[in-house]
């Protein structure tokens, strides 16, 4: 199936009340057709692995589009400049959490892009910096705890920012670093107490969610 065909058959699939529905969890964007991220993912599957053609269709401005060429991308292919690329047109957290998680952080360029994105205005930029991080948490396996914790400051700083999703991402990116191992844990609660003590709202709100869920016996047995 070639791209045209590719955007052809994601139109034929255009949903209006999902459209609305997704609205309402604050998945918008100027091209959104209202197709299940499952659908998606199934339809990734059958196209398989082609980076040209996760360029273009990333380049189709679709939001579903967006997914497939997230789902297709060749993970060696893709370079710190298409990286800043994408980033730049994310529209809703949806696409920037799917982008950072299921392929920005399993490029080796991921480490750098979360401090150098996190320094944006941006709101979805910024996001993109902490939910790399989170993804990375989970899927990095070979990360060493003190990479973590040399981004404790990164998190400090964006903490403070009151826009609901990019706390969100800080938030998810700090209890993600806690869940990883019993040191981390430990080092992540410690951080979130100094943490509640900011003046500020957010990071107040952001410290206390972590401590709740790192601290919780559900957590604590699993480590």
């Known amino acids: 199936m070639d791209y045209s065909d590719i955007i052809k058959n994601l139109k034929s699939l255009k949903n209006e009340k999902n459209i609305d529905g997704m609205a309402r969890f604050g998945i918008t964007g100027k091209k959104v057709l209202g197709i299940s991220i499952y659908v998606l993912r199934d339809f990734a ?3 398989g692995k082609n980076h040209e053609l996760a360029l273009k269709l990333w380049k189709s401005g679709f939001h579903e589009a967006r997914h497939l060429a997230v789902f297709t991308e060749e993970l060696d292919k893709v370079t710190p400049e298409q990286m800043n690329d994408w980033v730049n ?52 396996k070979t990360a060493k705890d003190e990479q973590f914790i040399q981004l404790f400051p990164v998190i400090k700083k964006a903490s403070t920012d009151e826009r609901n999703f990019v706390k969100k991402a800080v938030n998810w990116a700090l209890r993600n670093i806690g869940k990883r191992n019993k040191n ?28 709740r869920e790192l601290s919780s016996e559900k957590v604590q047995k699993r480590l």
């Not at 080796?108 to 150098?116: F, G, L, Q, Y």
């Not at 996190?118 to 910096?129: G, L, N, P, T």
Request: proline share 1%.
């Open 184 to 211: 981390l844990n430990k080092r992540a609660v410690e951080f979130s107490k100094k943490l509640l003590k900011s003046n500020s709202k957010s990071a107040k709100w952001i410290a206390s969610d972590a401590i």
């Open 45 to 47: 599957k059958k196209l």
């Open 89 to 140: 047109d994310f529209e809703a957290w949806d696409d920037t959490d799917q982008a950072c998680t299921s392929l920005f952080d399993k490029t080796p360029h991921a480490w750098s892009k979360v401090k150098e994105w996190s320094k944006s205005d941006k709101e979805f930029v910024k996001r993109a910096a902490f939910s790399l991080l989170a993804g990375l948490a989970t899927h990095d």
